[in-house]
């Protein structure tokens, strides 16, 4: 493996590619081969018809239909391009589950700032304290659009474009075998690099989060508070807790890694949020390479507000009668647990779209190299922002039968994503 010492930085020339024969962002333009993903046009940049902010999104796609199905049945046929966690998914719950697999769209968008931030700063961003930070980050969005090692890769992730900032009310889910859940409603705010106030405190930020609970009731008013920097080992995330029922605010070191998240009956970590957030340091981090794979994309149909929690959340797995996969080329980047370090993921491996750079697939093993947990984000481009984000993350646990889905909203009254 090369060390995070021994990359350099992108060179002009290479940087030169960017907007050309790569998109912005550093994806191929160009479609594949056999025209089955097309070439990246710029994507979705204008708001669709019928589009109210926070309110209706409709899907632009809503004519497609099916190219196929992928079930247990016939999955053999199409395994190269599945992931270890969708193939154990159908194999599992081979009577409910299956891919509809639909035309790919390269709908994914930014604002033309961003890009210009990003091709600023593509020759200057560096790796630091090991890989575990970053240096002369600016307002880039991007840090690594020609990734070299799996450390620059994540780091996309970690700090990639999602407004400046967005507030909406959602809510998670644990759903039990029987396919029975209570959702825990709660209202969440982030803010990004980009929407901070640039102050000498605010310098190195790249989120605040704060997630307050609505419901059930007995939780309702508990607050949590988390700050991340761009050099977490040096600057570990800052994290308060205001306990509804003490009426009182405690620092919360734990807010991070793999204790469990908050009131997610232990189905998650803190680091299984957001597909992975927070510090990379316990994980050897490999670039495996770039594949095309079957992954969730836009997915507006599970973004209908007209829907309601139950038509999606099933026993065992989402409704896959709503679910939508295409074809699109993605980042592998495999994390193995160091020997000196703890955490309940002794192997995760993650999938990343080449467009927008979020981790749309992982696959969690446990330290008896078992494949424990299944996770998935299902993107949609927020056209009314011009940002890509998820409207649904979901966490599927095979050993123990259930699930978490985290960030809806289909029967909250209100989003607000503001941009920048």
């Known amino acids: ?20 024969d790569l998109t912005p962002m550093g994806a191929e333009r160009a479609g594949n081969a056999d025209g089955s993903i097309p070439a990246w046009d710029g994507g979705i940049k204008t708001v669709l018809p019928g589009v109210v902010p926070g309110v209706s999104r409709p899907d632009p796609y809503a004519a497609d239909k099916p ?27 081979k009577e409910t589950f299956f891919m509809n697999v639909y035309p790919t769209h390269r709908s994914a968008a930014l604002p033309e700032t961003i890009y ?14 090991g890989g575990y930070g970053l ?16 450390q620059e890769a994540i780091w996309n992730h970690l700090v990639r474009y999602r407004g400046q900032a967005f507030e909406r009310r959602v809510i998670q889910a644990v759903v039990q075998r029987n396919g029975s859940f209570d959702p825990m409603i709660y209202r969440d705010m982030m803010t990004f690099r980009s929407g901070v106030p640039e102050t000498p405190e605010n ?45 009182r605010v405690l620092r919360a070191p734990e807010i991070g890694y793999d204790n469990p998240g908050i009131a997610a009956d232990g189905a998650r970590t ?20 770039k594949r095309e794979m079957y992954i969730p994309y836009n997915a507006n149909r599970l973004d209908d507000r007209l829907l309601k929690y139950a038509d999606i959340l099933k026993p065992g797995h989402l409704n896959p009668e709503l679910t939508r996969y295409e074809l ?17 993921y002794a192997k995760r491996v993650y999938y990343m779209d080449e467009d927008t750079w979020s981790i749309v697939a992982g696959d969690h093993f446990d330290g008896r190299g078992e494949l424990w947990r299944v996770s998935e984000g299902h993107l949609i481009q927020y056209t009314d922002a011009t940002v890509p984000l998820y409207c649904v993350e979901v966490l599927y646990d095979l050993l123990g039968d259930r699930y978490i889905a985290f960030g809806m909203n289909n029967e909250e009254p209100y989003e607000i994503i503001s941009t920048g």
């Open 1 to 20: 493996m090369v060390s995070a010492s021994a990359v350099a930085k992108i060179t002009e020339q290479e940087a030169a590619r960017l907007g050309t």
């Open 203 to 247: 310098a190195d930020i790249v989120l605040k989060d704060v997630q307050k609970i609505l419901e059930p009731q007995r939780l309702a008013g508990t607050t949590l508070l988390a700050i991340d920097r761009i050099n977490p080992v040096r600057a570990p995330r800052q994290a308060w807790i205001y306990n509804a029922g003490t009426r």
């Open 67 to 93: 190219l196929f199905k992928i079930t247990a049945a016939n999955m053999a046929q199409y395994r190269a391009k599945l992931t270890d966690g969708q193939a154990a998914m159908l194999a599992r719950y």
């Open 328 to 344: 699109h080329r993605v980042w592998v980047v495999e994390a193995t647990l160091k020997p000196a370090s703890r955490h309940i």
């Open 116 to 129: 210009q931030h990003i091709r600023a700063q593509s020759t200057k961003t560096e790796l630091a304290d």
């Open 135 to 150: 240096s002369d980050l600016g307002l880039s969005t991007v840090p690594f659009p020609i990734p070299k090692t799996g």
């Open 270 to 289: 803190n680091d299984n949020f957001d597909m992975y957030n927070g510090a990379i340091d316990r994980y050897d981090w490999k670039l495996v390479g």
